[in-house]
């Protein structure tokens, strides 16, 4: 722990993935930010909260049940089993990963929805909507097909592979995806959520807070502000989902962007209630507390605008997120991953063949933080066989694994080495709180290759003949070294850091300078990381 600091009590929200096809390595990438904050915050000594789900509900998932010839209900529970299976094994330290699905989310949700509706931001309104008369049904965006007015080519009503968003006016007479029909326009009654009303306060805590956002975040919500925000539908012609609230919209689901990222509340307040703690100090102004959201960049405005919105439409003396951690776009052999072209690794191919810290170094380490970045199987292997396994991997077996070696001796710690540690978390700490991940991880390794050239320039393999004092104190320096460096990779690289603490016994992890416990025996040490063939 940070010696005199005052804990602070930290909620970070990761973004709900959704429950129609497996997670992909691109959407780890956008998410892996959170435990590395989450993780830090802990290490500091703060009251850490980390919460996510999955999304189970909407269009995509009931189009899916219908091709695969089951439930909406079987669909999200299946991917939601798998997320969740794949998260743990990443490491991802969430203190609760629930589902939209949950009853406890669906009760609580249903409460906020009713709050809004009573103060006056959600209300009802009659427009025209795409109505397929073959199939006798209103049809949602995801469902229809039409040219983009933007690149010209065919598109789903939702979202363009070139960003476009298509308007209410580009869905006229779209062509209906189940039988291929021209849709028509046709009155329909929903509730809409007046984000215009809103929007003086959003545009002043978007000033307010930009400064600690990315500039992804900034400049996209500022676009939409310039653009003017309009209102927003709020439910939904579907069969599944939550139940709308209010009299006579029985027929009606509430729109899964709505409940989805209202479900940053209900998990605090779900976990909140089984650890005994409460909620509000995590949501509530004037607690003290610090907010994060993780994120791709294709959910910027949902956490920058919409989330913003809704807790103001509360009017509940609710706490606006701080940090907007919004990554780029991961691409896969320099061609953006699209579900519909089928063309991106998934993360359990990846954790099936490589180890997670390996993944995560990668991710973390050259993903897509700022900018968009490329995936290969072939830079994945060089970099972490050329920086996990020959820099880190072979500091720690060369040092603790000494020949001839039963206990870390009784030595001296160099005072340069001790200084360029205690330098090196100040560095990567303030790395860490600007959302420098990368940064902070070249730092660290920076302090591996300079632990590796202590190395060479000491060569412990002529001191253990001619001078066992200074054998005992380069050994000794080096296992002090990888004690430090099991703190510092904690939030990065947590499965590795905790079998360097077993090996060298120590307790806990630490967000300060340790030394190695002196004639501590070192037994059955096998090899932290394997070289990728």
Avoid at 70 to 97: G, R, V, W
Avoid at 187 to 207: D, F, R, S, T
Avoid at 236 to 252: A, M, Q, S, T, Y
Avoid at 397 to 407: H, P
Wanted: aromatic residues 10%; glycine residues 6%.
């Amino acid at each position: 722990m940070v010696e005199n600091r005052i804990k602070k009590n930290v909620l970070i929200g990761g973004a709900w993935p959704y429950a129609n096809n497996s997670l992909h390595v691109g959407h780890v990438a956008g998410l892996i930010s959170g435990d590395v904050i989450a993780r830090y915050h802990r290490q500091i000594g703060d009251n850490v909260l980390y919460v996510s789900g999955t999304d189970c509900h909407g269009t995509p998932i009931t189009i899916r049940a219908k091709k695969e010839k089951t439930t909406p209900k079987d669909i999200a529970e299946k991917y939601h089993e798998e997320f969740e299976k794949c998260f743990n094994d990443m490491q991802f330290s969430y203190d609760l990963y629930t589902k939209t699905e949950d009853e406890f989310h669906k009760k609580k949700v249903q409460e906020l929805f009713k709050k809004m509706y009573d103060n006056g931001y959600i209300y009802e309104k009659m427009d025209l909507q795409p109505y397929c008369e073959n199939c006798q049904k209103f049809v949602a965006d995801r469902e229809l097909l039409l040219t983009c007015p933007n690149c010209g080519k065919e598109t789903k009503g939702d979202m363009c592979d070139c960003g476009y968003e298509p308007k209410s006016e580009d869905l006229n007479n779209a062509i209906c995806q189940h039988c291929g029909k021209q849709t028509v326009p046709k009155e329909n009654k929903n509730l809409y959520l007046a984000l215009g009303k809103l929007q003086p306060k959003i545009e002043e805590y978007v000033k307010e807070n930009k400064e600690a956002w990315r500039a992804s975040s900034q400049n996209e919500t500022e676009k939409y502000l310039r653009e003017g925000l309009p209102e927003k539908a709020v439910t939904r012609n579907l069969d599944w989902g939550v139940d709308i609230p209010v009299e006579g919209f029985e027929d009606k689901k509430m729109y899964v962007w709505i409940e989805a990222v209202l479900g940053y509340i209900t998990a605090c307040q779900k976990i909140c209630l089984e650890k005994g703690l409460n909620w509000e100090d995590f949501w509530k102004k004037d607690k003290d507390n610090i907010i994060y959201m993780a994120h791709g960049k294709d959910n910027i405005t949902f956490h920058t605008i919409i989330l913003p919105g809704l807790l103001l439409a509360l009017e509940d003396n609710y706490q606006l997120p701080h940090y907007m951690i919004a990554t780029q776009y991961l691409n896969i052999n320099e061609e953006k991953i699209s579900k519909s072209k089928g063309n991106g690794i998934t993360i359990r191919q990846m954790l099936d063949n490589y180890d997670s810290d390996m993944i995560r170094y990668y991710l973390i380490g050259n993903g897509p933080e700022k900018k968009d970045s490329n995936f290969s199987i072939e830079d994945f292997v060089a970099i972490s066989n050329a920086e996990v396994v020959n820099k880190y991997g072979n500091l720690i077996n060369r040092t603790l694994k000494y020949k001839g070696l039963s206990k870390i001796p009784d030595g001296k710690m160099d005072e340069n080495m001790k200084k360029n540690i205690i330098s090196t978390y100040e560095k990567v700490g303030k790395a860490i709180e600007n959302l420098e991940f990368k940064n902070a991880v070249n730092m660290i390794r920076e302090l591996v290759e300079a632990s590796n050239r202590y190395y060479e320039e000491q060569q412990p393999w002529i001191q253990q003949k001619e001078d066992i004092e200074k054998f005992n104190n380069t050994i000794y320096t080096c296992s002090t070294i990888i004690a430090n460096l099991s703190n510092l990779y904690a939030p990065f690289l947590p499965k590795s850091s905790d079998k360097i603490r077993k090996i060298l016994n120590i307790d806990k992890c630490q967000w300060n300078y340790i030394e190695a416990p002196r004639n501590y025996e070192l037994n059955g040490i096998e090899p932290l990381f394997e070289r990728i063939k």
